[in-house]
C-alpha cells in the first residue's frame, strides 16, 4: 500500500478495495484492554492522505494507493497527517501541494469508529509549511478538535486501549500548551514511529517495508 518501489500503480499495487474477506477492520478487540497504546505495534502509512493528485506533480507527491477508507479497514490505526492552516480550514500539505482537509479526514475517522467502537485511532498532527506562529497554529486547531469533542481523547498520559477504544488519539508534533490536555509526540520517548521515508536506494527500500 505504500509507495515502495515504483510510481507505476500497475507494476506495484491496486487502488482497488480487497474485498471485505480480507478485511482487518476489528482487530483491536483482540487486544487486553489493560494495554497501553505504547506496548502495541500499530500499523501506519506514511503521509497517510497523499493517495491521488493530478498532473506530472503527482507522480512525486504519490504516497499510498488506497483511500484512507480503505486503509482503516484493513487495519491502519496511525495515520501521518502533514497540516497548513488557510482560509478557515487546515488544508493537508506534503511539499507544497494540498490533498483534501482535516475536516473531511477527521470526519472519516469517526464515521469508522462509530462502525467500529472497539478500535482507535492515532492521529500524528504536524505543522508543514505554514506561515502562521505557533502559537496561531495551536490557536488554529482548537476548532477543529472541538467539533469532534466527543470523539477526541483529550488526555496528556499514554492511554490504555480500554481508554482510548472509540477515539481519536491525537498525538500534537506542534506547539501546545499545558492546559491543552493532549498528547505532545516528542514527550514519549517510549514511542517510536518506523518511518524510514528517504533511503538511497530501492534494496534499503525494500528492507525497510519488511522491517517496518
Given at each position: ?66 483511500v484512507l477508507r ?95 477504544r472509540g477515539k ?45
Amino acid at each position: 500500500m505504500g509507495n515502495i518501489i515504483a510510481k507505476d500503480p500497475d507494476f506495484w499495487c491496486s487502488t482497488d478495495d480487497p474485498g471485505q474477506e480480507r478485511h482487518n477492520a476489528d482487530w483491536m478487540k483482540r487486544v487486553p484492554d489493560s494495554k497501553f497504546l505504547s506496548e502495541l505495534s500499530i500499523l501506519g502509512t506514511h503521509n497517510t492522505l497523499y493517495y491521488s493528485y493530478g498532473g506530472v506533480e503527482g507522480l512525486w507527491v504519490w504516497c499510498q494507493s488506497w483511500v484512507l477508507r480503505i486503509q482503516l479497514n484493513m487495519g491502519i490505526r496511525f495515520l501521518d497527517i502533514r497540516c497548513q492552516a488557510s482560509n478557515g480550514d487546515m488544508l493537508l500539505n506534503h511539499g507544497g501541494y494540498k490533498l483534501g482537509t482535516l475536516t473531511d479526514t477527521l470526519t472519516c475517522c469517526v464515521n469508522f469508529l462509530q462502525i467500529h467502537p472497539t478500535e482507535c485511532v492515532i492521529v500524528w498532527i504536524a505543522e508543514e509549511n505554514s506561515k502562521l506562529a505557533a502559537h496561531e497554529l495551536r490557536d488554529a486547531m482548537k476548532p477543529f478538535l472541538e467539533r469532534f469533542r466527543g470523539f477526541v481523547l483529550y488526555q496528556r498520559l499514554m492511554p490504555t486501549l480500554c481508554e482510548a477504544r472509540g477515539k481519536l488519539v491525537i498525538l500534537a508534533d506542534y506547539k501546545i500548551e499545558g492546559n491543552d490536555n493532549m498528547m505532545k509526540y516528542e514527550n514519549y520517548g517510549g514511542m517510536a514511529i518506523c518511518d524510514i521515508w528517504k533511503p538511497d536506494s530501492c534494496a534499503q527500500k525494500l528492507m525497510a517495508s519488511m522491517i517496518t
